[in-house]
């Protein structure tokens, strides 16, 4: 059962408003006993640093008594890859996905166009029974169109997959990736994580170079270090996620969260089996919101903070909020941006959560370079006065500070 909690970080925010730098170094004797970050790993510049001296003042060394929330995306920033992604490979190579009801592919998506449901009826055909598997192991041409659906938002032949979506709410693929666990129970849906999980982490990066092949997938051990050491010094620790709630829950086992420490694209059950409906939050549509840019802290202030109804899609008061965030891509760029005291962004050059990174205003965001396979340095600038951002109707324009002035172009310097 997933508790809501609406901590007052009162201690810190008074520090704040005193004018006690977030990242200054500890004073007092009991900071020189903090868990610290292992020094054997190393961080992009003085990121460590930073990191320590936040983890110094703002855990319980100093403020015993506070538990700080800290936040964490999972894939590509917990783990090199996408778990989301190597659970969707793993159906697809065992012929767990099955056949919607009524044969009816839009009953798994409200935002599938025409052209997609008739892509897929036509590719996947009619001779499995409502309910029951299909077999894309051995029909490639259904494998290679859901694959298609999922993964390129397009239809085989091209055409779009979704339609009439708000693009900062809802990732319609990756919600259809949730979606298409329709019919199984929790259980069974573990069951298939834990398969794919053991087989990712025995894979080889060339395997993931096959569309449907194991995806291949390894844990930051960077980022296991600091997600212990926050726990350690008393920081309430979080995933909040968009791959698929149950998937994501069995990859977190092993940092150390419990089922409730993680939130994810969540379906609704009926006779405990994972339909095709999502969970809600902050009184949107049906199916409209998922753990996705603004959908992040919906959830975020619902199930954690307890802030209901359309409230939940606004910042929640400061006193409240995240300590510190990280992330590695526009979909995590508004709870991060949400942090209060420290935000660390992983470089995979993400344009508009790199444009707040870069710019940095109030000096809490930290960029580091991804821990395995790091990005070149990217040729041009990022187009952050003019396309980094992605409107609710899906165009594009300039990206924003908090007061609402136009972010300048900026240079890929961590990398």
């Not at 990121?47 to 506070?66: H, M, V, W, Y």
């Not at 894979?203 to 170079?209: G, L, T, V």
């Not at 396309?387 to 990398?415: L, S």
Request: with cysteine; glycine share 8%; proline share 5%.
């Amino acid at each position: 059962m997933r508790v809501p909690r609406r901590a007052v970080r009162v201690a810190l925010v008074a520090a704040l408003a005193a004018g006690v730098p977030p990242l200054a170094s500890a004073q007092s004797a009991s900071a020189a006993n903090c868990p610290t970050l292992d020094t054997r790993l190393t961080w992009y510049g003085d990121n460590r640093q930073k990191l320590q001296e936040f983890i110094d003042t703002s855990g319980g060394c100093t403020r015993p008594d506070a538990h700080p929330l800290a936040l964490f995306d999972w894939d590509n920033t917990l783990v090199k890859n996408d778990v989301g992604d190597a659970t969707m490979s793993w159906l697809l190579r065992n012929d767990k996905i099955l056949q919607p009801a009524g044969q009816d592919w839009s009953t798994t998506s409200r935002y599938l166009t025409t052209e997609a449901v008739v892509a897929l009826s036509e590719a996947c055909g009619d001779a499995i029974a409502s309910g029951n598997p299909l077999l894309t192991n051995t029909n490639a041409g259904c494998a290679a169109e859901i694959l298609s659906v999922y993964g390129e938002h397009t239809t085989t032949g091209g055409a779009a997959a979704f339609a009439g979506y708000d693009h900062r709410r809802i990732n319609p693929a990756y919600a259809w990736g949730a979606q298409l666990l329709a019919g199984h129970t929790l259980d069974e849906v573990a069951g298939f994580a834990r398969q794919a999980r053991a087989e990712s982490l025995a894979a080889s990066p060339s395997d993931s170079a096959q569309a449907i092949r194991t995806v291949w997938v390894r844990y930051y051990e960077h980022m296991r270090d600091l997600v212990g050491t926050l726990r350690r010094a008393g920081f309430d620790v979080r995933v909040v996620s968009a791959s698929p709630e149950p998937v994501v829950r069995v990859w977190a086992e092993d940092l150390g969260f419990a089922a409730d420490e993680v939130i994810g694209i969540r379906n609704k059950t009926e006779s405990g089996k994972l339909t095709a409906h999502l969970a809600d939050c902050g009184g949107a549509p049906a199916d409209s919101v998922i753990t996705y840019i603004d959908g992040k802290r919906c959830f975020i202030n619902q199930d954690i903070l307890g802030i209901q109804g359309q409230a939940a899609f606004r910042r929640a008061p400061e006193a409240e909020r995240q300590a510190f965030a990280a992330g590695d891509s526009t979909t995590d760029v508004t709870f991060v941006g949400d942090a209060t005291g420290l935000r660390l962004a992983i470089n995979r050059q993400a344009a508009e959560l790199m444009c707040h990174a870069y710019r940095n205003e109030d000096g809490r965001w930290l960029v580091n370079p991804m821990f395995i396979d790091p990005l070149p340095a990217l040729p041009c600038r990022y187009p952050c006065s003019a396309t980094a951002y992605t409107g609710p109707d899906g165009t594009a324009g300039p990206v924003r500070d908090d007061a609402g002035d136009v972010i300048p172009d900026q240079v890929d310097a961590v990398h």
